[in-house]
C-alpha cells in the first residue's frame, strides 16, 4: 500500500532511484532499432484504419540470468495458454493484436496441437508431395487458415522475449508507441514477470563454479513497472493486469491491492491450479466471477467479450471528458 | 580430485547419503511405469535387432523447482542443438536412439527451420489443402521425411524431461534397461544438469511471495551421478559426457579432471562462445580437436563419426577381456 502524507514523495524518489539503475543494469536490447520500427509500423498501419484498437497482449514467463554470459537463468513458468488463446478472440473482435511472448511459449494458433513437434503431423507421399495426416488434418488446416489471415490481414505482430530486461525494454518500446492511441490502446499483461533480478553489473562474468559446497545468492526486487506504464509511458490506455497466486486466500486481496497500488483498470484474479476454467475480473467497481460452460469451452472467450465491453465503455467516458474538459 | 586411503571411504558413504536424499527428496515420477515400459519395449525390440546398439543421448537444460507448485525454478541454459544434431547422425550410423530430451528443447530433423512456429511453413489452397510454401519446400520436406524414416524404422525413442528429478529418475531407469546390452550400450551425456538443488521438503509450498526486500536463497549441490551410472546403473556402458565452460582456461583441465573422477570413458570439451565449431575430444590416451571444416559443416558429423570408432574398439576390448577373462 503507499505511504500517506510526506512519506510518499520520498518513496517515489527511491522508486525513480530502483527503476533507473534497472534500466541502466539492463543489456543493450539487441536489434532494438529494428524492433521499434515494427511496432511504430504496425501501430501507424492499423491507427484509424479497420481495427481503430490496438491491444498489446504479454504471454509467458521471463527470466532472469545469473550469469553474464547467460548460463544459467531464474525463470517464471508459465505455458503462455493464456496469451496465445486470448490473442485469437482479440483478433476475432477486430482488435490489432502486438504478441509479446516469451520465445518458445505457446503461440496463437497452435494451442490445440500436440507441444512436441509439428513433424508428427505431416508425411510425405510417394510423389514427394507433404500431406497432414488424417488424424490431424482438421485441426491443422483450421490453424494454418487462421493465422494466415490474422498475420494477412495486419491484425499479429508478434515480438519475442527471453529476459526481464528485454521483456520491460521492449514493453516500454511498445507502450510509446501506443500513447498516441489514447483511450483506443489496451495492455493485457498476461506474462509472468520476475519478481527478483540480478543486477547486470554484479553478475558473475563467467559460469558459477559448484565446487564448494552450498551456493547462496541475493536477489534484488525488481520495480514494479506497472504504475510507470499508467503514468508516464502511456496514460490514456486501459491496463489489464493479472495475479496469479497458489493460495486462494490472499488472492483476492492481492489483486485488490494492484488495483489501487498501480491504477490498473482490471486485475484478473486467478489461482493456479483453477485457472483455465475461472477467473475473477476485479473492477473498481466490483468482482465478476468469470467461468467455462457449455457454450464457451474456454473461459478466455467470455473473458475477452468482458473485457472488450468494459474498454468501450472506457473510451465512451474518456471522449465525454475530452469534450467536457 | 578424490580424496587418497582412508578418507576414501568416508567421502563414499557421504555421497552415498546424499544420493539418497536426493532421491527420497524428489517428487515421484508422473506416469513412470508407463515411461518404464516404452523404454524397455524399444530396448528389447532393438536388441539383437539390425541395430545391435543403443545410445542413449541426452539433451536440453534441467530446472530446479524453487517452489513445491512450481511458479520460479532455476534453469540451465541449453538450446539441445547438440544432442538433436548428434541423434540424427547416431540414426544415421545405424544406432537406435534414445533421444532423453528437455521439453521445447531443439528435436532432430527440426533444426534447420525458423523456431517461432511451424505455422510460417505453410498455407491453404483454395481448395483446402496444405501446401508447404515455396521457401522452404525443400528443408521441410527433407525433415518429415528423414524423422519419419527414423520413428517408422523403430530407430529413435523420445522421452522429455523438465526438472532435474525427472531427468535423473529417467535416466536411472534408461540405465537399468541397457546394463544388458554391455558394452553395446553408450550414454551421450549432453544435456546441461543443474548443479545445485532446493530439495523437495525444504521447498516453500506456496509461491515465494515478493512483498519484503531482497531475497536469499540457499541451494543444496546435486549429487554428480555419473560415478553411479558408470559403477552400478550400466557399468558396462560406454560413456560419454560433456563439458561446457565459458572460460577457455579452465576448460580441459576441468575436462581431465571428470574423466578420471567420475570414470568417464571420453568427456568432449567445448567452450560456449567456440561450441558449434569446435570441440576437443578427451581420453586416457590424448586430447582429439575437431574442427568444422569445408566438408563437414556441423561439428557433429566428426564428432559422432570419431565416437562410433572409439566405440567399436570399446566393444573388441570387452569382447576380448571376455574371452580371456
Avoid at 48 to 74: F, H, K, W
Avoid at 142 to 154: P, Q, S
Avoid at 179 to 207: I, T
Avoid at 277 to 305: F, P
Wanted: proline share 4%.
Amino acid at each position: 500500500m503507499d505511504s500517506p502524507g510526506g512519506a510518499a514523495a520520498e518513496d517515489q524518489q527511491e522508486f525513480a532511484g530502483r527503476v533507473k539503475s534497472f534500466f541502466e543494469s539492463a543489456p543493450p536490447l539487441v536489434d532494438g532499432e529494428n524492433v521499434s520500427k515494427k511496432i511504430a509500423g504496425f501501430i501507424s498501419r492499423n491507427r484509424g484504419g479497420e481495427a481503430d484498437r490496438v491491444v498489446c497482449v504479454t504471454s509467458g514467463g521471463t527470466t532472469v540470468p545469473l550469469e553474464q554470459r547467460c548460463v544459467r537463468y531464474i525463470d517464471n513458468f508459465s505455458s503462455g495458454h493464456r496469451g496465445a488463446t486470448s490473442t485469437e478472440y482479440f483478433v476475432k473482435a477486430g482488435y490489432a493484436v502486438i504478441f509479446l511472448h516469451r520465445r518458445g511459449a505457446y503461440q496463437p494458433y497452435c494451442r490445440y496441437l500436440p507441444e512436441d513437434s509439428f513433424l508428427d503431423f505431416f508425411e510425405v507421399t510417394e510423389g514427394s508431395a507433404i500431406r497432414v495426416c488424417e488424424s490431424h488434418a482438421k485441426e491443422v488446416t483450421r490453424a494454418i487458415r487462421d493465422y494466415r489471415a490474422a498475420v494477412d490481414g495486419g491484425l499479429l505482430l508478434k515480438v519475442p522475449f527471453t529476459s526481464i530486461f528485454e521483456y520491460l525494454q521492449i514493453l516500454q518500446i511498445v507502450a510509446g508507441s501506443m500513447k498516441p492511441l489514447g483511450s483506443f490502446g489496451m495492455f493485457y499483461l498476461a506474462a509472468a514477470v520476475s519478481d527478483f533480478y540480478v543486477p547486470w553489473e554484479s553478475m558473475a562474468e563467467h559460469k558459477i563454479q559448484s565446487a564448494g559446497g552450498p551456493l547462496d545468492m541475493r536477489l534484488a526486487p525488481v520495480p514494479k513497472m506497472l504504475s510507470l506504464l499508467r503514468k508516464e509511458w502511456a496514460p490514456m490506455a486501459f491496463c489489464i493486469s493479472f495475479k496469479l497466486e497458489t493460495d486462494s486466500d490472499i488472492l483476492l486481496k492481492k489483486a485488490d491491492m494492484a488495483l489501487r497500488k498501480y491504477g490498473m483498470h482490471v486485475v484478473v484474479a486467478n489461482e493456479l491450479s483453477t485457472r483455465k476454467k475461472e477467473v475473477v475480473v476485479v473492477t473498481d467497481t466490483g468482482k465478476v466471477k468469470v467461468r467455462t460452460d457449455e457454450q464457451h469451452r474456454e473461459v478466455e472467450e467470455k473473458l475477452i467479450d468482458l473485457l472488450i465491453e468494459q474498454h468501450s465503455h472506457y473510451i465512451e467516458e474518456s471522449e465525454k471528458d475530452a469534450v467536457n474538459g
